[in-house]
Structure formats: C-alpha cells, structure tokens
C-alpha cells in the first residue's frame, strides 16, 4: 500500500544534542510538510516542500531546518532541542498545493527531549 | 486571518447514541473544508471533506454539510461505537493563497460501552 512512513516512532534526546527525524513516501508526491503537534493541540505546520522549494512558515524558530534530498525522503533536523520541543511531528504529503488534495499523514515520531 | 473553532471536549457518549461535533470557520471565500480523525497514538487521518457550498462530505457513517450562510461544517453521526474513541479535527484550507491547512482545537470523543 502506497503510504507515509516515519522513523523512528519515538525518539529521546538530550538538552541540546542534535536529533533527526525521518519522514519517507511511497505516494510519488509533489509537496512534504512538518507539522508539530504538542499535547492535546492542533498541528501546527512548520514548513512544507514543493518538489525542491522549501517554504518556511513565519513563526518557525531557527533551530529547525529540513532537508528533502529527492521525491521521496524529508528529514526534520532539530539543531537544538530544548524542552519545549518535546512534541508528535507529523510529516504529510499531498499531490499538489491546490487548497482541496488531501493531504496524507504518517503515524508521527513522538520526541521526548531529557 | 482564517481560523477554525470547535466545540470543546472530551464528548462522552453511551455507545449508539447520536454524536454532533460543532464547527465554525472564518475564512474569505470558499474555502475547502476537512475533518480528520486521530486515533490514540497514530497520526492523523482524512475522515471527510467538501470543497464547495451545500457539498456533503461523508465516510464511515459520519456526515458534515459545507454551510455557508452558516460558516459551520459539523460533524454528525448517528449511531456511534466504541471504536469511534478519537480526536476529531475540523480544518480548512483557503481558496486561494497559501493552501496551508488550518486546524481547530480538536474534540476528544470517547464512547463507552
């Protein structure tokens, strides 16, 4: 079955040491997106791609960057986690950027920041 | 800006009783309008969708009809099951611009036996 598939599901990381998350998809989709979701609130988008074209959302802080090496693969890179940081990111795809595609998610990586 | 309000939660039902998740938007236009469902512990997945006013978006016996003169999208279902225990989250996307999805709060439903 085509899908959206994270890894690892959960993920603990020090204070202050670098952690990746890994979003992979078999939909042969145009745009990925990451989304944080912290306990018992909406998702909140933190940047989406178009193919290659990275857009970044306003109020994402610095310390998280992506990377989309091909069609297939996105990475969340935490360059710092703090404890605010510990959160379900959600990654997503949809075909394209027309407002009614869907947009499917994968099970989430659950980050526990130590 | 566009926004989405939902009715708080958690809703407790009695297995099979009549279940209405209200949903409010604010938005220009027409946006497209979406409920999704996340079950404890996975990510979220499309429950239902409409793109246009008066469309009925419905899966799974849940319905939700796109009001415009309401600006409302909620969520019916008229008979649940223990298996319908979730997180149900109203969002739209805009008609043009940034097609972002925007979600509500979200509404913790457990049905018991």
């Known amino acids: 079955d085509a899908m959206v598939i994270q890894n690892p599901r959960y993920q603990v990381t020090q204070f202050g040491k670098p952690v990746t998350l890994s979003c992979s998809q078999t939909?042969?989709?145009?745009?990925m997106y990451w989304y944080q979701q912290k306990s018992s609130q909406a998702p909140k988008l933190l940047f989406h791609y178009y193919d290659k074209d990275f857009n970044n959302e306003a109020d994402t802080p610095d310390n998280f960057q992506s990377r989309r090496p091909n069609t297939s693969f996105c990475f969340l890179d935490i360059r710092s986690p703090g404890l605010g940081d510990a959160a379900m990111y959600l990654c997503?795809?949809?075909?394209?950027?027309?407002?009614?595609?869907?947009?499917?998610f994968g099970p989430g990586t659950r980050l526990t920041v130590l | 800006g566009n926004s989405v309000t939902q009715m708080e939660g958690p809703v407790t039902l009695s297995e099979e009783a009549f279940l209405t998740i209200n949903c409010t938007y604010t938005a220009t236009g027409y946006p497209s309008l979406f409920w999704y469902v996340q079950y404890p512990g996975e990510g979220l997945q499309l429950l239902l969708k409409a793109t246009k006013a008066d469309d009925k978006g419905s899966n799974k016996g849940f319905e939700a009809t796109y009001r415009k003169e309401t600006t409302s999208f909620h969520l019916e279902k008229g008979s649940v099951q223990v298996s319908d225990s979730a997180v149900y989250f109203c969002?739209?996307?805009?008609?043009?611009?940034?097609?972002?999805?925007?979600f509500g709060s979200g509404t913790r439903l457990q049905v018991q036996p």
């Open positions: 969002a739209l996307t805009p008609p043009t611009g940034r097609r972002a999805l925007t």
């Open positions: 939909l042969n989709h145009n745009v």
């Open positions: 997503a795809t949809s075909r394209d950027l027309a407002g009614t595609d869907e947009q499917f």
